[in-house]
């Protein structure tokens, strides 16, 4: 198996877009989407990520070590110390580091990496049945 690159390119650009809309315009959300839309759609970005950079790993990789590298930057939220948090009081140090723990921030991880995984999956089933073709 090896994917396309392109439709996770696009979901990732999307999954990006759509986790900055959900900061930046809370209201045009509905107010479950504007609390935790924002921690779901960035561990799902977190499986494009690594899907475009490993292209041959299962479905079931990807969700795994995304989950890990999603539950591990939550837990580093734990840490502070005056240089992390130097970095975590830039725009993009907060994006991707976060500033504190939160325990519902890691049902969102699972939810978002659980989607993604599925998109993945689903997308990898379409694919191999148009090569059977």
Request: proline share 6%.
């Given at each position: 198996m090896n994917r396309a690159r392109l439709p996770y390119a696009v979901a990732l650009v999307t999954t990006i877009?759509?986790?900055?809309?959900t900061r930046r315009?809370?209201?045009?959300?509905?107010?479950?989407?504007?609390t935790y839309g924002g921690d779901?759609?960035?561990a799902a970005?977190?499986?494009w990520l690594l899907a475009l950079a490993w292209p041959r790993a299962t479905t079931a990789r990807l969700a795994t070590g995304?989950?890990?590298i999603?539950?591990?930057d939550e837990a580093s939220q734990l840490y502070h110390a005056p240089w992390i948090d130097a970095v975590r009081a830039h725009w993009f140090g907060a994006l991707v580091l976060g500033h504190w723990f939160v325990w519902s921030d890691l049902?969102?991880?699972?939810?978002?990496?659980?989607?993604a995984a599925a998109l993945d999956a689903w997308w990898q089933r379409r694919a191999r049945s148009s090569n059977a073709r």
């Open positions: 877009a759509l986790g900055l809309a315009f809370p209201g045009a959300f509905p107010s479950v989407v504007a779901t759609l960035w970005m977190v499986v995304a989950l890990a999603a539950w591990l049902a969102c991880h699972a939810v978002g990496v659980a989607v």
